[in-house]
T-cell receptor, first 115, second 112 residues
């Protein structure tokens, strides 16, 4: 069964801390995505990656960076966490071609609170 | 770019039919997808329309009309477990890869 695993379900961090959110998929998918979800705003794309070491900015990349050193792992980094980054973070993956390329498989999410 | 609009909330009774509309403004896209998300859960894929017309999957159907910039998700024979948020999404071409854009979501509340 297709699976996307996010390392932390809940995190509480302090303003200014560096935060790492890890995501691993076991489906050999080429594409991986990081979204944040806030009430009334839906899912907003932060970054996506279409291959190892490749990345592209989404709609709200400011304050975030990403790393993809291996195909199965996509990390989201908050260099200096701020309170406005308190949110639910969702990782997703998809294959690269064919009809299934339009299907995103999501992880369970990481709820980050920045104090 | 693209902008997707959907109603914020819909309430209906068990056994009823609910239609969630999604209108969009986009310069080009591959197709329209729908996702379901229960409270505290991950979004899960429901359906995808690459072409105009109706796609049926059990009690759920999805429709797309590119000429009208409009699509909908139809939930039939509503059950309590259908209470969830539903998101429409499009994937648009970029230079290297298409990225998905989501609507703000429609909260469906099913009452006994």
């Amino acid at each position: 069964d297709v699976k996307v695993t996010q390392s932390s379900r809940y995190l509480v961090k302090r303003t200014g801390e560096k935060v790492f959110l890890e995501c691993v998929q076991d489906m050999d998918h080429e594409n991986m995505f990081w979204y944040r979800q806030d009430p009334g705003l839906g899912l907003r794309l932060i970054y996506f990656s279409y291959d190892v070491k490749m990345k592209e900015k989404g709609d709200i990349p400011e304050g975030y960076s990403v790393s993809r050193e291996k195909k199965e792992r996509f990390s989201l980094i908050l260099e200096s966490a701020s309170t406005n980054q308190t949110s639910m973070y969702l990782c997703a993956s998809s294959i690269d071609r064919g009809q299934k390329a339009n299907v995103l498989t999501f992880g369970a999410g990481s709820r980050l609170t920045v104090l | 770019g693209q902008s997707l609009e959907q109603p914020s909330e819909v309430t209906a009774v068990e056994g009823a039919i609910v239609q969630i509309n999604c209108t969009y403004q986009t310069s080009g896209f591959y197709g329209l997808s729908w996702y379901q998300q229960h409270d505290g859960g991950a979004p899960t894929f429901l359906s995808y329309n690459a072409l105009d017309g109706l796609e049926e999957t059990g009690r759920f159907s999805s429709f797309l009309s590119r000429s009208d910039s409009y699509g909908y998700l139809l939930l039939q024979e509503l059950q309590m477990k259908d209470s969830a948020s539903y998101f429409c999404a499009v994937r648009a071409p970029t230079d290297s890869w298409g990225k998905f854009q989501f609507g703000a979501g429609t909260q469906v509340v099913v009452t006994p």
